[in-house]
């Protein structure tokens, strides 16, 4: 799927969200790029030939009237980059801060579900589309340094492992994108940090192409893990152990969303084996 698509991009203003529409132009696909930095947005826009539309996307009422404009502006949506995000700046003890901790559920959360709540209708119309949620490998793993950010993510992963299979009879792919540390603004505080404990740092461009992949990928539910010198890769979840019989034996092979387990799944994995 390339060329002749409409795309939505939030956080499209700088870093993940401006790579990912410039790869987008390139290829010939229209963008619809949305942020609350007006002036950066506006910048993209131009330099791309794209539209820009101010939206915060932590209001349900600018999503939703962004979401339709979008539509309406160039006739329809196939592609929707669920990108926005911010860290949070706070722990959850001493230095707990409400109103960062609020910010950062209702960017981080609120915005990728407000996201997909109005363009589901849009890409329906389009009989099918595909929906890429950037979470973070912070959604996939513990991190110390920003507990709220990683619960932030790790909901992200959810909701599309959730929305996956939901949305599958109706043509709608929906996934998420995990990346490491990379080179945008986001971490311009820690970066000195990182490089001087020789994290690896990824390019943008590796970014853009892996958001790319996973928007074309027939794969949906899933968490596109990107780490700096790898290629993107599908981070494969272990099946929950499925349920017993009184008996011993395996129960029915559904979890408790009624999604078969995975195979093998009944089995438990050998560090929960007595
Ligand atoms: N760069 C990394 O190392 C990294 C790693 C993993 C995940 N991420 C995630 O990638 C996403 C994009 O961030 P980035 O790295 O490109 O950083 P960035 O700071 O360059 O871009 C984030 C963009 O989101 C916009 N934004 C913030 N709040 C918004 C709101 N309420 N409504 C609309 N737009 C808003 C910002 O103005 C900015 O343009 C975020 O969700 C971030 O959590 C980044």
Redesign the pocket.
């Known amino acids: 799927m390339s060329g002749g698509l409409v795309a939505l991009v ?8 401006a790579e990912v529409a410039r790869q987008l132009v390139r290829r010939g696909d229209a963008v619809v790029l ?4 007006e002036a ?1 947005g506006h910048a993209v826009a131009d330099e791309l030939g794209a539209t820009f539309l101010r ?4 209001s349900y009422e600018e999503v939703v009237a962004t979401t339709e404009a979008a539509e309406r502006v160039y006739g329809g949506l196939d592609l929707v980059f669920l ?5 949070t700046g706070c722990g959850i003890a001493e230095d707990f801060d409400l109103m960062r901790y609020r910010r950062a559920m ?3 959360v609120d ?1 990728v579900v407000f996201g997909a709540h109005a363009a589901i209708p849009a890409l329906r119309r389009r009989g099918g589309g595909s929906i890429v949620a ?5 959604g996939l793993t513990g991190t110390p340094f920003d507990p709220v ?1 990683g619960a932030n ?1 790790h909901a992200v992963v959810g909701l599309v492992r959730a929305l996956g299979p939901a949305l599958r009879p109706q043509g709608i792919r929906v996934n998420a994108f ?10 311009t505080d820690i970066k000195a940090v990182l490089t001087g404990s020789g994290v690896p740092i ?1 390019p943008v461009e590796a970014a853009g192409e892996a958001v790319l992949q996973a928007f074309d990928s027939p794969e949906t539910g899933q968490a596109w893990l990107l780490q700096a010198g790898r290629e993107p890769m599908v981070y494969r979840f272990r099946g929950i152990p499925g349920p017993l019989n009184p008996d011993g034996s395996p129960a029915s092979p559904m979890d408790p969303t009624g999604v078969p387990t995975e195979p093998g799944a009944a089995e438990p994995p050998p560090d929960l084996q007595g």
Request: a negative charge; one cysteine or more; glycine letters at 18%.
């Open positions: 939030t956080g499209g203003a700088s870093g993940f969200g949305c942020d609350v930095d950066g939206c915060d996307v932590s990108n926005a995000g911010v860290t209702a960017v981080n915005g950037t979470a973070s490998m912070a950010y993510k995990c990346p490491g540390f990379a080179e945008t603004k986001i971490i990824i």
